[in-house]
């Protein structure tokens, strides 16, 4: 699936499952409440945090689909392409960063 495909889907879905959109700042808080979840996660699988518990069925990629979602709905609300911004967003990164991680001493 395309990003274009996917802001299409959860367009599709928010307005027929979901009704409608939240506004913006609940998305965004929502989206705070997603990535908290996903660094949860990365805190006790791969940092030094014991799993509770209740933390045992935890799912990271169904996680980070949740992020994806959220910050789809975002875009959508506010008429922004991902496709497009991705690719100025990596093409100003290559740009500001060609050699910035080569010559970076704690990366070798």
Known sequence: ???KEAQELVDKWINTTGVRYFN?????????EEVGEVARIMARQYGEQSFKQ?????????EMAD?????????????????????K????KS???????????KLK
């Open 1 to 3: 699936m395309t990003i």
């Open 24 to 32: 913006e700042l609940t998305n965004t808080a929502m989206l705070m």
């Open 54 to 62: 209740s933390d045992k069925e935890v799912n990271l990629a169904d």
């Open 67 to 87: 992020v994806m979602f959220v910050l789809i709905c975002l875009a959508n609300q506010t008429g922004v392409d991902l496709t497009d911004a991705l690719a």
């Open 89 to 92: 967003n990596l093409e100003k």
């Open 95 to 105: 740009i500001r960063d060609a050699d910035r991680h080569k010559n970076n001493t």
